[in-house]
């Protein structure tokens, strides 16, 4: 089994929301009339969902813990996002912000998108056209589809390694922990439909949560929106313990022209 179906034998059914998989979860995964039709027990519906491994013994499983636990890293230590932002360009430069992002996943995903946003400066431009223009120093796609792939592929076996994003003055950095995995290599990886899920259920999770919309295009998507804003590619460093995403920002480029 991938790690996040598998059970965490020390972990209860207790320590998983029942008001978020029924209030977020569920109504997001089927539609409403399947929903009145359905006569399983909470534990069925656990198991159905691969929160937990089987209805009789109803142990959460690492996807459950991910999706709807109550304090994640009480049982996945690295599952949250660690976010600097660092006055300069490099890391012995000053921290003007910094938090730990903890939650449940689809909680993370909405926190962090508001820190990205609140750091994400706006140009606004009342003159070149009749429509107002608003230039941002990083698209918004952008940071959602790295930031969010990075949650959804990294390793979380082996490792206590949260995701990390450092802003710095020129560049936003996004470090997740696992390499490429199962059938991408460092040649394919990014190239658009070569994916491979080291998370499958995860990746399913995330989908139905709205974290993500289609498999396979999270890169393309985000360079194309890197390139409409003015911006470079994204430049990837490929190990064998880590992916690391460097993505420069509009304000640097245009210095370097």
Same mark, same amino acid.
């Given at each position: 089994?991938?790690? @996040?179906?598998?059970? &965490?034998?020390?972990?209860?059914?207790?320590?998983?929301?029942?008001?978020?998989?029924?209030?977020?979860?569920?109504?997001?995964?089927? %539609?409403?009339?399947?929903?009145?039709?359905?006569?399983?027990?909470?534990?069925?519906?656990?198991?159905?969902?691969?929160?937990? @491994?089987?209805? $009789?013994?109803?142990?959460?499983?690492?996807?459950?813990?991910?999706?709807?636990?109550?304090?994640?890293?009480?049982?996945?230590?690295?599952?949250?996002?660690?976010? &600097?932002?660092?006055?300069?360009?490099?890391?012995?430069?000053?921290?003007?912000?910094?938090?730990?992002?903890?939650?449940?996943?689809?909680?993370?995903?909405?926190?962090? @998108?508001?820190?990205?946003?609140?750091?994400?400066?706006?140009?606004?431009?009342?003159?070149?056209?009749?429509?107002?223009?608003?230039?941002?120093?990083?698209?918004?796609?952008?940071?959602?589809?790295?930031?969010?792939?990075?949650?959804?592929?990294?390793?979380?076996?082996?490792?206590? %390694?949260?995701?990390?994003?450092?802003?710095? $003055?020129?560049?936003?950095?996004?470090?997740?922990?696992?390499?490429?995995?199962?059938?991408?290599?460092?040649?394919?990886?990014?190239?658009?439909?070569?994916?491979?899920?080291?998370?499958?259920?995860?990746?399913?999770?995330? #989908?139905?949560?709205?974290?993500?919309? #289609?498999?396979?295009?999270?890169?393309?998507?985000?360079?194309?929106?890197?390139?409409?804003?003015?911006?470079?590619?994204?430049?990837?460093?490929?190990?064998?313990?880590?992916?690391?995403?460097? &993505?420069?920002?509009?304000?640097?480029?245009?210095?370097?022209?």
């Amino acid at each position: 089994l991938p790690f @996040d179906a598998r059970p &965490l034998v020390s972990c209860g059914i207790d320590q998983l929301s029942r008001l978020a998989f029924e209030e977020e979860y569920l109504r997001n995964a089927f %539609a409403p009339d399947v929903l009145q039709a359905n006569v399983r027990t909470y534990e069925q519906q656990l198991s159905a969902c691969k929160m937990v @491994d089987t209805p $009789d013994s109803a142990v959460p499983t690492a996807l459950g813990v991910l999706v709807l636990g109550k304090v994640p890293t009480d049982w996945i230590p690295g599952a949250y996002v660690q976010f &600097l932002r660092i006055a300069g360009s490099g890391l012995a430069d000053p921290i003007v912000d910094a938090a730990d992002i903890r939650g449940r996943v689809g909680r993370i995903v909405t926190l962090l @998108d508001e820190k990205l946003s609140s750091h994400n400066r706006v140009a606004v431009d009342l003159v070149s056209g009749p429509i107002e223009r608003r230039t941002y120093t990083y698209p918004v796609a952008a940071l959602q589809q790295i930031t969010r792939n990075a949650i959804m592929h990294r390793a979380y076996e082996g490792t206590n %390694a949260p995701v990390r994003v450092s802003w710095f $003055d020129d560049r936003v950095e996004v470090q997740n922990s696992g390499g490429v995995f199962g059938s991408v290599t460092p040649e394919t990886f990014g190239h658009p439909g070569v994916t491979d899920y080291r998370n499958p259920n995860l990746a399913e999770a995330m #989908k139905v949560l709205g974290c993500v919309q #289609k498999f396979g295009a999270g890169i393309a998507t985000a360079n194309r929106a890197m390139l409409d804003n003015g911006n470079p590619e994204i430049v990837f460093t490929i190990e064998q313990t880590h992916v690391l995403a460097v &993505l420069k920002s509009r304000e640097s480029t245009a210095a370097n022209v």
